[in-house]
């Protein structure tokens, strides 16, 4: 099933309903998404994220195929993370908007599959707004969020993940994933993530493989810097030993040591930075709009240097 325009216009209005103050956009102060998404270790998890998208064949097609992700690697994460943030933290016609840009690009990514890969026969098409594929993508948003807040700040109660769970609907809707195909609880939410994490859908095929040499700085003519090294140690402690052996990653008794002593030191290191150092730049910028300030060039100046440093774990420069 493909998210037609009118289905994601749709899925728009639904969102529109379920909002009481525009300014605030698609969650607001106070709500469970701001509590966990608002805090900058939510990105511990997104090496975890992209490759578990990478998974999916037709995500890594359609990255192969149709990204510049490896010429402008510094601009495809400002653009990137630009929608991103502009869903969850602008007012409602920002997400509107990104959510409508981003299904337009969206319309131009499809192709077919060079090669058989997992359950997918050669020759078969993909498109960017298959709703399968728009879950998956989804999914691995949210449970890296849940998964990276836990690692650094100890278990969440049940109650929050629940409530937060159910808020990020508003996420989903905004790529018009229809509310009948999402996991209708964080139980079941939980079932689903185990089932694709068990299933052949999730086959790590060579462009996959190419892309996460790449992001993490290890493809041809690269050299791997120490922050590249840092966000592969990541990714490969979070994700599960299947996936991880077929991307390549190495996790034997020196990294898992390695990644021990990191969380180690980042448990206690989280709590003693100040809070303008630990939300992220858009929050930020989000809560002063709501407030009635001025944008602060400080946090324009601190989301460049972070988008700059998400290159650099590739070796842009």
């Given at each position: 099933m493909l998210?037609?325009?009118a289905d994601l216009e749709a899925s728009l209005e639904r969102i529109r309903a379920a909002v009481s103050d525009p300014r605030h956009g698609i969650h607001g102060p106070g709500s469970p998404a701001w509590r966990l998404e608002r805090d900058g270790i939510v990105f511990l998890a997104g090496g975890r994220a992209a490759l578990l998208q990478l998974a999916h064949p037709f995500v890594a097609y359609g990255v192969d195929q149709h990204s510049k992700t490896r010429s402008d690697v510094v601009g495809r994460f400002r653009r990137t993370f630009a929608n991103v943030f502009a869903m969850s933290f602008g007012d409602l016609d920002e997400a509107f908007h990104a959510a409508r840009r981003v299904h337009t690009?969206?319309?131009h990514i499809t192709g077919t599959l060079p090669?058989?890969?997992?359950?997918?026969?050669?020759g078969t098409v993909y498109h960017a707004n298959d709703v399968d594929a728009l879950l998956w993508v989804y999914a691995t948003l949210i449970d890296g969020v849940v998964m990276a807040t836990?690692?650094?700040?100890?278990?969440?109660?049940?109650?929050?993940i629940a409530a937060y769970y159910r808020d990020t609907w508003q996420f989903a809707r905004l790529f018009g994933i229809p509310d009948a195909r999402l996991p209708p609880d964080w139980p079941a939410f939980?079932?689903?993530?185990?089932?694709?994490l068990a299933s052949p859908i999730l086959t790590v095929t060579p462009p996959a493989r190419d892309m996460a040499r790449f992001l993490f700085g290890r493809g041809p003519?690269?050299?791997?810097s120490r922050l590249g090294a840092f966000a592969e140690l990541m990714a490969a402690g979070m994700l599960p030993a299947r996936l991880r052996a077929d991307f390549g990653l190495r996790f034997g008794a020196r990294e898992q040591i390695a990644y021990a002593a990191a969380m180690s030191v980042m448990r206690p290191a989280v709590r003693l930075?100040?809070?303008?150092l630990r939300?992220?730049?858009a929050y930020v910028a989000a809560r002063r709009r709501i407030d009635g300030k001025a944008p602060s060039e400080l946090v324009r100046w601190i989301e460049r240097r972070m988008f700059e440093l998400a290159g650099a774990v590739a070796g842009a420069r």
């Open positions: 998210v037609s325009r690009i969206h319309t090669a058989a890969a997992g359950p997918f026969p050669a836990e690692l650094v700040r100890g278990a969440l109660p049940a109650a929050i939980q079932r689903y993530i185990a089932s694709m003519g690269q050299t791997q930075l100040p809070r303008r939300y992220l730049p």
